[in-house]
């Protein structure tokens, strides 16, 4: 059904439908419980990037925060695609996800804040600032999640996908990609970029009440805050990003 169509690569067509029904509403997918495990997931990221934040202020340990950086990256990465093929693993592979993705968020973060003082705690700030915005413009019906808007967001999200790895491939020719650049067209691209990852955010908060609705099974409720979280990382990852050209064309 394209109903449940979303630009986030771990919410796609008929992901409920495979799911099923619960049997029983009080075994039955709730907006409440996808909200808590939700926040049991912010909590696991920052603790991960708490982790990797202070090793990079400390003279000690500061030389493992590259390799903990990468073994979060890939080690989120395998993650995401274990939960995307068996959903029924969200339970227990959600909360290993979320700390292996702080810990390279808390990496990246301290290297930049190093550059740019300050830009960590900005970036987060708009992130929640930005989610919280979605959430009423959902909530209030300023923005729907029509099927029209539902199609333009994952051509956009798959058109950005695109980009970003043709910008690395040309990366390895020596082709330097205006995606990274602190230029005014790289700042362009990082503000459309932050505005489609926002506007996944609507599509993701109707895919949860979209289970509830169904009455999916309750595991679902894990496999709906994992893939909110996988939008609200990219949404910061590309705020930080933003930032730090923003901060590097001022200098």
Do not use: H
């Not at 997918?29 to 990037?49: H, P, Q, R, S, W």
């Not at 930005?130 to 539902?150: D, S």
């Not at 893939?227 to 990852?237: P, S």
Request: hydrophobic fraction near 55%.
């Amino acid at each position: 059904m394209a109903l449940f169509k979303s630009g986030n690569p771990s919410f796609g067509d008929s992901t409920y439908e495979k799911a099923g029904q619960a049997i029983d509403s009080s075994q039955a997918m709730t907006v409440n419980g996808a909200i808590g495990k939700t926040g049991i997931l912010l909590l696991l990221v920052a603790f991960g990037a708490v982790i990797t934040w202070n090793m990079y202020t400390s003279i000690t340990y500061s030389a493992l925060v590259i390799p903990l950086f990468w073994v979060g990256f890939v080690g989120a990465l395998i993650m995401c695609i274990a939960i995307c093929i068996k959903k029924t693993l969200a339970p227990y592979l959600s909360p290993v996800y979320a700390v292996l993705e702080g810990l390279a968020l808390g990496g990246i973060s301290a290297i930049l804040n190093s550059y740019y003082p300050g830009i960590a705690l900005q970036a987060i700030s708009l992130t929640f600032v930005v989610a919280t915005v979605m959430l009423l413009l959902y909530r209030f019906g300023v923005i729907r999640a029509t099927e029209r808007f539902k199609s333009i967001i994952f051509i956009a999200t798959a058109a950005i996908a695109v980009f970003y790895l043709g910008s690395f491939i040309l990366s390895f020719f020596g082709i330097s990609s205006p995606a990274y650049a602190s230029t005014p067209l790289g700042i362009g691209i990082s503000v459309f970029v932050v505005i489609i990852a926002a506007l996944n955010l609507i599509i993701d908060f109707d895919f949860i009440e979209q289970g509830a609705a169904y009455q999916a099974p309750k595991y679902m409720e894990w496999y709906g805050a994992f893939g909110l979280m996988v939008t609200l990382v990219w949404l910061y990852i590309e705020i930080l990003r933003l930032l730090a050209k923003i901060a590097a064309s001022s200098r």
